[in-house]
């Protein structure tokens, strides 16, 4: 075996033990401090620096649910991790919906608005199409405080 050969295949059996240690196809484990809102709320957040939060909504996207970060927060305040979908029905079933986990550490003190929009049912452009779709979009807002 050639060198090249050899540290391709050490390459590949790294990613194959990282990837085989995520679980479940989650790659965040520690969604640490919830916070629940919904369209039209404003919920308090408050958490120290160095703590895991995550900013939560319900969803369920076989009835038109679309969840979006619409902006991230000042990066010196606190750090993005990622989102995860968890299923909120019994394993290996679809639809029923569950929940949408923004995963953010905080870093300084400080405060920050974190807004998620939903969109429901809305064609490409996320513009609500009618009525309806304008009566169950919005925006949970998160006002966060880091003490």
């Known amino acids: ?5 050899t540290a391709a295949a050490a390459v590949l059996t790294v990613l194959v033990t990282l990837v085989g240690g995520c679980g479940g196809g989650r790659a965040v484990g520690d969604y640490g401090k919830v916070a629940e809102g919904r369209v039209g709320a404003t919920v308090p957040v408050e958490v120290a620096p160095g703590e895991r939060f995550s900013l939560a909504v319900a969803e369920n996207a076989s009835v038109g649910d679309s969840w979006k ?19 909120g029905g019994e394993p290996g079933t679809t639809g029923g919906g569950g929940t949408r986990y923004y995963v953010f550490n905080a870093k300084r003190p400080g405060t920050a608005s ?11 452009g996320r513009v609500p199409a009618d009525e309806q779709s304008r009566r169950y979009s919005g925006e949970a807002t998160f006002r966060i405080t880091v003490r």
């Open 69 to 87: 970060l619409e902006e991230l927060p000042d990066v010196a305040l606190l750090s993005y991790i990622g989102d995860e979908y968890e299923h």
């Open 114 to 124: 974190v807004t998620i929009s939903n969109c429901w049912r809305c064609p490409v």
């Open 1 to 5: 075996m050639t060198f090249r050969t």
